[in-house]
């Protein structure tokens, strides 16, 4: 069974300042792992995924995320925070089980970037 | 690459009317997914197609909710007699998939919604 817990619902981050976003998965097999970004009336927007490569994996926009499996986590940062960085991101899991697979979307936190 | 297109935007409609969303995923791509998005929530799985198959629904799709993908490519989504329960952002994503593995790492790639508003 596949599961991603995003650890806070609600992040607040001051502009220029380091942005933390937590996700923890749960998986059988070993899972790929997504961040997607959501402006308001938006779709989701790929900003990086894991794959069984590197374990340190760069996306758009400056953020990067860091898989690792003896903590299961797959956290989101961002070195210095833009007040256009402001959304919803979604961590979710993807991985092969019983012949299938499926996106696994955690709950969402919500990045307020203050000014 | 044009990305995915949903069309309408945005729908606005009286309760027990019926509606349809239409979805052009990116050509190349052979899965096609519908998600519910209510406000706050993240998105819930509705159901996917690979080529002109839908493959799998979910328990939310009531015999109200009917989709199609004729020729493997553009889909519909139809509500029959909404609801107030129905408002919601319907969302459509497409990417290449299959029954083996190596496809679980494919990301799939979202349009912008559709949000549908019942009087």
């Known amino acids: ?115 | 690459d044009t990305g995915v297109s949903q069309d309408p935007r945005h729908k606005i409609t009286k309760r027990g009317q019926n509606v349809t969303f239409r979805c052009d995923p990116i050509s190349e791509h052979n899965r096609l997914y519908w998600y519910r998005q209510t406000l706050g929530q993240g998105p819930e799985f509705l159901t996917y197609f690979q080529n002109e198959a839908q493959l799998e629904k979910s328990r939310l799709l009531s015999d109200r909710f009917s989709a199609e993908r004729p020729k493997g490519s553009f889909s519909t989504l139809e509500i029959q007699r909404t609801e107030q329960g129905d408002s919601a952002m319907y969302l459509c994503a497409s990417s290449l998939g299959g029954q083996a593995p190596e496809f679980s790492n494919q990301p799939q790639h979202f349009g912008d919604g559709t949000r549908l508003s019942i009087l």
Not at chain 1, 43 to 48: D, E, I, V
């Open chain 1, 1 to 115: 069974a596949q599961s991603v817990t995003q650890l806070d619902s609600h992040v607040s981050v001051s502009e220029g300042t380091p942005v933390l976003l937590r996700c923890n998965y749960s998986s059988s097999y070993s899972p790929s792992l997504f961040w997607y970004v959501q402006h308001p009336n938006k779709g989701l927007q790929l900003l990086l995924k894991y794959t069984s490569a590197a374990t340190l994996v760069k996306g758009i926009n400056g953020f990067e995320a860091e898989f690792k499996k003896s903590e299961t986590s797959f956290h989101l940062t961002k070195p210095s925070a833009h007040m256009s960085d402001a959304a919803e991101y979604f961590c979710v899991v993807s991985a092969w089980g019983s012949g299938t697979y499926k996106y696994i979307f955690g709950t969402g936190t919500r990045l307020k970037v203050l000014a």
